[in-house]
C-alpha cells in the first residue's frame, strides 16, 4: 500500500491490539522473577524514626527487604528540569529520614510470588515522629512548616518574565479583570499501570523492561544513581498503554529494582496497582493562575501582571516547576500582549508530587487567558468572537516574538476562529440557547482559542531555560539486502501511532509501500540516544523531521547505486515507485531488491560510498512550532443540580502538516475526552491530614462513552517554516483550550451568576456560582 | 483447600484444571492458561479492561472466580477471531483507528460482540445505544467516538435479515 | 491506611502456605443449606460477587469459604402475574431486564438500568444486592417503596427489616435470601431517579424512589444520604412536591448516621435529593 504523508495509513497495532497481542511489561513472561512490593507512608509528614521489617523477613518466600539505609550508598535522583537557583530534594527510591506525603516508600520486599511480597510488605511498619504538613499553596507560602529545612523556604524555583511599562498601562486602562484562576489537581491515569522488570544478564549487564515514554532518560537514571555504565544497561520499552506524560520521566521504582536485581542476582519485576498508581505516580495540574489584565474601551489588551504557582507536592523530581514555567511562558498565547510582569513557581506541600501531564501548564494558562477574554467581553459589551479578533497577533507579524520570548511561528488565527465559529454555528446558536430554556435545564455556548508549543525543542532553548537534556531526534536507517526498509528511531509508541507516521515518512520519502519499511523503538540497544523521547507533541515534528533527513540520505545513496545498476548519470535517475529509473524513461528501471543486491555484494563501489545502504541524520529543530486552534462547545446544565453535560464540540486546528489525518484526528478527539474528565469530573482530594482520599476508580470519575459527544473537526493547514515536513506537533491540542471553552459555555448559561474560575466545575461549584446551594 | 478439578470451555476448547476455584479468573488466564491478552487496569471491578465473555455475556475477569466459570463458555480476546463476527469487528477497529494504546482495546471487541449478539436491541446500529453500552468499558485515549463508529459500522454492514440472524447465532 | 492491596489470599501466622477460601457451589437449596449450616460464621455466600469481591479486595477480612449459590436452580425463579411478582434470589439484573416481568414491576427497568453497567447487570443479582446492604444500591430502593417482602429458607419479613441501624443485613447466621415477593403493584405508580457522578454508569450520589398508591399515598425513599437506606409513607399529603420533599428530608434528616462521600458533599447531597424528589413526586402524581 502507498500511503503518502496526508494520507491516513492503517496502524498495524491496532490489528495486533484486537487479536489480544498486545505485549505490555506485564505480559513479558519472567517466571523465575521475584516479585516486588513497597510499603509506603500512611502520614503524609514525618520523621522516620526506625523501620520494623523482621514479621515482613519471616514470611515465607520473602528474598530481601530493603530499606532506605540500604540504599545509602546511591546517587539521589536528579531532575531534569534545573532552573538557575533551583532547591534541589536529593531523594532516593525510598525514603530514608523522613516521610513527606502519604504513599512515599520507605521499604521493599522481594519475594518469589506476589502473594508474599504484598503480604509481606502489609506487615512493615515504621515508627514515626508526626510533623505538621503543608497542604496548600497558602500553608507553603508561609514558611512555617518547611519539608526541606536546608531550603530555608519550601520554594523549589522561581522564573519571572517583564517586558514594558506594566504598572503604568494597567493604571491607564479603561478595564482591569483581576481574579484567581485554579485548575484542580487531576491525575493522567492511564489504563496501563507502571511496571517494571529488571533482568541481570550473564555478562553482567542489567536489561530493564518499563512502561515508559523516555528510555534513555530512564537508562541516565539508572546509570547516574546506581554508577553503572551506559553501555551495561538496556532500556526497553515495550508496548506502553496510555502515559500521557505521566510516563515521561524516571521514577525511582526503575532504579530500585535495578539495585535489588544486583543485589540479589535474580531477575524481578514489579506492578504497579491502581491504589498505588493514585499515588506513587505523578499527578497533573494543580495550578493557581492569579491574572490581571487591563483592556482599552476598545478590548485591546494593555498589560498582564501574573503570578502562576504550582503545587509542586512533595518532591521536585522529574520536571521540577517545568509546568508552571510553561504556564508563564504561554500566557499570552496567540494574543499581542504590549507589556508582561510574570511571575512562575512551585512550592513543596505534604502530598504526592506533580509532574508532566499532556498540555503542561497551557491548559491551565488557555483557561485564565481565555476565561479573562470572556470576562472582559462581557464587561465591555464587545462580542467574545470580536474581542479576541482585535488581540490576536495578525498573520503578517508571523514569526512574531512574544514577549516571554517565545516565536509564534505561522498561522492564521482569525482564519481559523471565523472559519471554526461559522462551522460552528456560533451566532445561530448563541441567540438560540436562551430560547431552550425547559425546567431547570438551560443550554450555555462557548468557545475558547488555544495555543499548543509543539516540536519540543532546541538544544539551546533547552540549555537557556535549565531542562538538562538536549531536544535533537537522531533517526538511523538500513536498506536491507532485500530491498526492505528499516528505521531505527528513539521516539517511543504509546498509542499515539507515532510508529506508522514514521514508516510514512520514510515510504513516501524512498517511494515505497508503507509495509516494506519496519520501524524498530522502544530499545536503548537500537536507537540512538535523544535526550527527550516523545513527549512535548515532538513526535511527528522532531522525530518525523529526522526520519525525513535519514531517509533522504538513504535515497541519495539509493539513486547512486541505482545509477551504477542502470549504467546511468546519477543526476539522470529518480526514485519513483518503489525503485530508480531514468528520468522519463520507464524501460531504463530497477527495483530496491535489485539495488539493494548490488550494494551489498558490489562489483564496483561507486566513489564518495561505501558497500551496504545506511544512514544517520539528526534533526535540531531551530525553534518551537506553534499550534493552535479553537473549540467551541454547547452545553446543558441542570440549574437545580448543578450538573453539566457536553452536548456538542467543533474543534477548529491547525497543526501545519498532517502525516496521517487519522491519527492528528484521534489525537484531538482523545485529549478533548481528557478534559472533559478534567473540567467536569476528574479530582484528586486530600482530607485535613493530607492523606489522599482519591484512591480508587470508583472515586475518581474517568469519562465514559455517554459523557463524551461527537466531535467535529476543521482543519486549517499552515506549514511551519521551521520544520523541513512543515509539521507541527498536536498531541496536547485536545486539553488545552477545551476546559476554558466549557467553562464559558456553562458561563453563558448562568448568565448574571458568579464567576466560574475553579476546575473542575463540579456541581458544587457550578451551584454555588449560580447562589442556589442553601 | 478445596481439592476439585474444573471443567469449562476456553476459546472452543474443553478445559480441565486443577487450580483453586477461588483463584480470580483473570489470574488463571494470565498466569495459568499464558492468555496475556486480557489486560488489567484497575482490580477493582471499575474500568473494564479485563472484561471476558462468559456463555456470550461480558463479566469483569477480576470479579469472577474461577469455581464460578465452571461448565461455562469463555471467549477472550485470544479466541475472538474463532467467531464468526470477530474478524470482522477486528478489521472494523483497525479501518477506524479504534485503538491507540491497545490496552482496553480487547475489553472493547468482546464488548462489541456481545453487543452485536444481543437480541433484546431493537437498533444495534443506534450510535445512542452503542455509546451507553460502551459505559462497560474504560478508555482514556480514543474518546470512544471510533470505536463507536467502528461498531457502529459493523452493525450496519449486518443487514438485520436472516442471514445475519444465522451469523449471530452460530458460534 | 493501607495502601497495600488484598489479595484473595491469606497466609497464617504459623503457616507456611498461602490459603485462599475453600470454594463450593451446590446445585440444589437442599443443598446449599447442608453446606451452609455447617460453619455459618466462616463462610459467605457469593452470588455475582460484584460487591463481594471488591470489599474483600478493599480489607475485609476474608472468609474461611465461599458458598456460589448460582448454580441453585431454586433461586432462580421469576414469576409474575397481574401485580405480583417474585424475584429469585439468584436472578441476574440481565435476566430480569430481559424478561416480560421486567415491566410489571413499576421502576423496574428505570431502577436496574442505573445499576452499574451492562457488565455488571449480568452478575449481579437479586439475592446479593439484598444482602449487600449496599447504602446507594437501586434495587433495594425501589423495593422499599413497594413495601417487598424478603424470602428466606425459613421465614418472610418486610424488606425494611432487613437492615440495621449500620447498614448491614439482619440476616440470622445461616439463613439463605431466596427472593423476594411484591404484591399489588399493578395499582402503583413508581419513579426512580439517580444521581450519578457522571452521565451514565458508576455509582449513585444521589438516589430517589417515589411509588404513588390508587388513593395518592406516597412511599418515598432515598439513598446516598444516610447509612441505611430511608424509606417513610406520606399519607393524605396535599403539599405542593417541593415542600413535601423539603418536609419529609427534615422529619427524616436526624433519623440516622450520615453517610460519607468523598466526592460530594452532604449539604449538595442534601439539596440534589430534594431535587429528584421533587421531581419524582411530580411525575407519580401526573
Given at each position: ?60 518466600g520473602v528474598r530481601g527487604v530493603f530499606t532506605g539505609r540500604d540504599l545509602a550508598g546511591t546517587t539521589p535522583q536528579s531532575s531534569l528540569w534545573d532552573l538557575p537557583g533551583q532547591n534541589h530534594t536529593h531523594l532516593r527510591a525510598l525514603a530514608e529520614d523522613r516521610l513527606r506525603y ?673 | ?30 498466569e495459568d492458561a499464558g492468555l496475556t491478552g486480557t489486560n488489567i487496569g484497575c482490580g477493582e471491578g471499575v474500568c473494564g479492561t479485563c472484561s471476558i465473555l462468559v456463555d456470550n455475556c461480558s463479566a469483569r475477569s477480576c470479579l469472577l472466580l474461577l469455581g464460578q466459570i465452571e461448565e ?82 459493523v452493525a450496519k454492514s449486518l443487514a438485520l435479515g436472516p442471514a445475519s440472524q444465522k451469523l449471530r447465532t452460530t458460534p | 491506611m493501607s495502601f497495600v492491596p488484598q489479595l484473595l489470599a491469606e497466609f497464617p501466622e504459623d503457616g507456611t502456605t498461602m490459603k485462599r477460601p475453600d470454594f ?263
Amino acid at each position: 500500500m502507498t500511503a503518502k504523508i496526508g494520507q491516513s495509513a492503517l496502524r498495524p497495532d491496532i490489528a495486533r491490539f484486537a487479536r489480544g497481542e498486545g505485549n505490555y511489561v506485564s505480559d513479558i513472561p519472567a517466571p523465575d522473577a521475584l516479585w516486588i512490593a513497597l510499603a509506603r507512608s500512611s502520614v503524609a509528614h514525618a520523621e522516620l524514626i526506625s523501620i520494623n521489617v523482621d514479621a515482613a523477613r519471616r514470611v515465607p518466600g520473602v528474598r530481601g527487604v530493603f530499606t532506605g539505609r540500604d540504599l545509602a550508598g546511591t546517587t539521589p535522583q536528579s531532575s531534569l528540569w534545573d532552573l538557575p537557583g533551583q532547591n534541589h530534594t536529593h531523594l532516593r527510591a525510598l525514603a530514608e529520614d523522613r516521610l513527606r506525603y502519604a504513599g512515599q516508600p520507605y521499604a521493599a520486599v522481594a519475594a518469589e510470588t506476589r502473594e508474599a511480597a504484598v503480604q509481606a510488605a502489609a506487615l512493615i511498619t515504621s515508627d514515626n515522629r508526626p510533623l505538621e504538613t503543608v497542604g496548600s499553596i497558602d500553608e507553603s507560602l508561609t514558611g512555617d512548616t518547611l519539608l526541606y529545612p536546608e531550603w530555608k523556604s519550601n520554594a523549589v524555583a522561581k522564573q519571572h518574565w517583564e517586558f514594558g511599562d506594566v504598572t503604568g498601562a494597567l493604571t491607564q486602562s479603561h478595564l482591569v479583570v483581576a481574579e484567581r484562576f485554579m485548575s484542580g489537581r487531576v491525575h493522567p491515569m492511564s489504563l496501563e499501570p507502571r511496571s517494571v522488570l529488571v533482568r541481570p544478564e550473564p555478562d553482567g549487564s542489567l536489561t530493564i523492561w518499563t512502561s515508559t515514554q523516555s528510555i534513555h532518560q530512564v537508562r541516565a537514571s539508572v546509570a547516574e544513581c546506581l554508577g553503572l555504565p551506559e553501555h551495561r544497561l538496556r532500556v526497553i520499552a515495550p508496548d506502553v498503554g496510555g502515559s500521557f506524560g505521566m510516563k515521561a520521566c524516571a521514577y525511582g521504582e526503575e532504579t530500585l529494582l535495578a539495585f535489588i536485581a544486583l543485589k540479589l542476582n535474580r531477575p524481578v519485576r514489579w506492578i504497579e496497582t491502581r491504589r498505588e498508581a493514585f499515588i506513587g505516580s505523578t499527578h497533573g495540574r494543580d495550578h493557581r493562575f492569579d491574572l490581571e489584565t487591563g483592556f482599552d474601551a476598545d478590548g485591546r489588551i494593555t498589560a498582564m501582571r501574573g503570578e502562576v504557582i504550582l503545587d509542586k507536592g512533595a518532591d521536585a523530581f522529574g520536571v521540577s516547576i517545568g509546568t508552571a514555567w510553561i504556564s508563564g511562558a504561554v500566557i499570552t498565547s496567540v494574543y499581542h500582549v504590549p507589556a508582561i510582569d510574570i511571575s512562575a513557581s512551585g512550592l513543596v506541600t505534604n502530598k504526592t508530587p506533580t509532574g508532566a501531564y499532556r498540555g503542561f501548564g497551557q491548559p491551565e494558562a488557555a483557561f485564565a487567558i481565555e476565561r479573562t477574554l470572556d470576562i472582559a467581553a462581557n464587561r465591555l459589551g464587545i462580542d467574545a468572537a470580536e474581542i479576541r479578533r482585535r488581540n490576536f497577533v495578525p498573520s503578517y507579524a508571523l514569526p512574531y516574538t512574544t514577549p516571554t520570548g517565545l516565536v509564534l511561528d505561522s498561522g492564521d488565527y482569525t482564519g481559523l476562529l471565523d472559519l471554526t465559529l461559522s462551522r460552528f454555528g456560533y451566532t445561530d446558536r448563541t441567540r438560540a440557547a436562551k430560547s431552550r430554556a425547559m425546567g431547570d435545564i438551560r443550554t450555555g455556548v462557548g468557545f475558547a482559542c488555544y495555543s499548543e508549543v509543539t516540536n519540543f525543542g532546541p538544544s539551546a532553548l533547552c540549555k537557556a531555560i535549565g531542562v538538562a537534556n538536549a531536544g535533537f531526534d537522531v533517526a538511523t536507517i538500513r536498506m536491507e539486502p532485500s530491498g526492505h526498509v528499516r528505521l531505527f528511531t528513539s521516539q517511543t509508541p504509546m498509542g499515539q501511532g507515532i510508529e506508522t507516521v514514521l514508516a510514512q515518512i520514510c515510504a513516501d520519502e524512498l517511494t515505497v509501500p508503507v509495509e516494506d519499511v519496519a520501524v524498530v523503538h522502544g530499545d536503548t540497544l537500537s536507537a540512538s540516544y535523544t535526550g527527550y523521547a516523545s513527549g512535548g507533541s515532538r513526535g511527528a515534528g522532531v522525530g518525523g523531521a529526522s526520519a525525513a533527513l535519514v531517509s533522504r540520505k538513504l535515497a541519495d545513496q539509493i539513486r547512486r547505486w541505482g545509477a551504477l545498476v542502470l549504467k546511468a548519470d546519477p543526476a539522470e535517475v529518480e526514485l519513483i515507485q518503489g525503485g530508480v529509473q531514468v528520468v522519463d524513461d520507464p524501460v531504463r528501471r530497477c527495483s530496491m531488491a535489485a539495488i539493494a543486491g548490488e550494494a551489498y555484494f558490489p562489483s564496483t563501489v561507486p566513489e564518495g560510498l561505501e558497500p551496504g545502504l545506511e544512514a544517520r541524520a539528526v534533526f535540531e529543530p531551530s525553534s518551537l512550532a506553534i499550534s493552535y486552534g479553537v473549540v467551541a462547545v454547547e452545553i446543558e446544565v441542570d440549574l437545580a443540580l448543578g450538573t453539566v453535560r457536553v452536548k456538542d464540540v467543533v474543534f477548529g486546528h491547525d497543526c501545519g502538516v498532517q502525516i496521517n489525518p487519522k491519527i492528528v484526528e484521534g489525537q484531538i478527539i482523545g485529549g478533548v475526552a481528557q478534559a472533559i474528565g478534567a473540567s467536569l469530573f476528574e479530582t484528586i482530594e486530600f482530607d485535613d491530614a493530607m492523606l489522599p482520599v482519591t484512591t480508587s476508580l470508583h472515586d475518581y470519575f474517568l469519562p465514559l462513552a455517554a459523557d463524551i459527544p461527537t466531535i467535529n473537526l476543521v482543519h486549517q493547514t499552515t506549514p511551519t517554516p521551521f520544520s523541513p515536513l512543515g509539521v507541527k506537533g498536536v498531541g496536547e491540542s485536545g486539553v488545552i483550550g477545551t476546559p476554558a471553552a466549557i467553562a464559558n459555555a456553562v458561563q453563558h448559561a448562568l448568565e448574571g451568576s458568579g464567576l466560574l474560575l475553579t476546575l473542575p466545575l463540579t456541581p458544587e461549584r457550578v451551584l454555588k456560582a449560580n447562589d442556589t446551594l442553601r | 483447600m478445596t481439592a476439585r478439578v474444573q471443567h469449562f470451555e476456553l476459546n472452543g476448547q474443553r478445559i480441565e484444571c486443577d487450580a483453586h476455584p477461588s483463584k480470580l479468573v483473570v489470574d488463571y488466564l494470565r498466569e495459568d492458561a499464558g492468555l496475556t491478552g486480557t489486560n488489567i487496569g484497575c482490580g477493582e471491578g471499575v474500568c473494564g479492561t479485563c472484561s471476558i465473555l462468559v456463555d456470550n455475556c461480558s463479566a469483569r475477569s477480576c470479579l469472577l472466580l474461577l469455581g464460578q466459570i465452571e461448565e461455562t463458555s469463555v471467549l477472550t480476546i485470544e479466541g475472538l477471531a474463532g467467531h464468526t463476527l470477530g474478524p470482522v469487528i477486528q478489521d472494523a477497529f483497525s479501518r477506524h483507528f479504534a485503538a491507540q494504546c491497545g490496552y482496553c482495546t480487547p475489553a472493547m471487541l468482546l464488548i462489541a460482540l456481545e453487543y452485536l449478539l444481543d437480541g433484546t436491541i431493537e437498533n444495534h446500529a443506534d450510535k445512542t445505544v452503542i455509546r451507553d453500552r460502551l459505559a462497560s468499558v474504560m478508555c482514556r485515549c480514543t474518546g470512544y467516538q471510533p470505536i463507536i463508529d467502528a461498531i457502529h459500522d459493523v452493525a450496519k454492514s449486518l443487514a438485520l435479515g436472516p442471514a445475519s440472524q444465522k451469523l449471530r447465532t452460530t458460534p | 491506611m493501607s495502601f497495600v492491596p488484598q489479595l484473595l489470599a491469606e497466609f497464617p501466622e504459623d503457616g507456611t502456605t498461602m490459603k485462599r477460601p475453600d470454594f463450593s457451589a451446590p446445585t440444589s437449596l437442599l443443598e446449599l443449606k447442608h453446606e451452609y449450616s455447617k460453619s455459618p460464621e466462616g463462610t459467605m455466600l457469593i452470588a455475582g460477587g460484584q460487591s463481594l469481591l471488591p470489599a474483600l479486595f478493599k480489607g475485609r477480612s476474608m472468609p474461611d469459604k465461599l458458598i456460589d449459590i448460582g448454580r441453585v436452580a431454586e433461586l432462580r425463579r421469576l414469576e409474575f402475574g397481574s401485580g405480583n411478582v417474585f424475584l429469585g434470589a439468584g436472578l441476574t439484573f440481565t435476566q430480569i431486564l430481559a424478561s416480560k416481568g421486567a415491566t410489571v414491576l413499576p421502576g423496574l427497568v428505570a431502577a436496574l438500568g442505573y445499576v452499574g453497567n451492562c457488565t455488571i447487570r449480568n452478575r449481579a443479582t437479586v439475592g446479593g444486592s439484598l444482602a449487600w446492604a449496599d447504602p446507594r444500591a437501586e434495587l433495594s430502593l425501589l423495593l422499599l417503596v413497594l413495601d417487598a417482602v424478603v424470602v428466606t429458607e425459613r421465614r418472610e419479613f418486610a424488606l425494611a427489616d432487613l437492615y440495621g441501624e449500620a447498614g448491614q443485613n439482619n440476616l440470622a447466621p445461616g439463613e439463605i435470601i431466596v427472593g423476594v415477593r411484591v404484591n399489588g403493584c399493578d395499582a402503583k405508580k413508581c419513579e426512580f431517579l439517580e444521581l450519578m457522578p457522571r452521565a451514565s454508569a458508576g455509582r449513585a450520589v444521589i438516589g430517589v424512589a417515589v411509588c404513588c398508591d390508587q388513593l395518592g399515598s406516597l412511599r418515598i425513599a432515598v439513598s446516598g444520604l444516610w447509612k441505611p437506606q430511608i424509606c417513610a409513607s406520606v399519607v393524605g399529603c396535599d403539599l405542593g412536591a417541593e415542600s413535601l420533599a423539603e418536609s419529609w428530608l427534615t422529619d427524616h434528616c436526624e433519623a440516622a448516621a450520615k453517610l460519607a462521600d468523598i466526592a460530594f458533599g452532604w449539604a449538595y447531597r442534601r439539596r440534589a435529593a430534594a431535587v429528584l424528589m421533587t421531581r419524582a413526586i411530580e411525575s407519580v402524581r401526573r
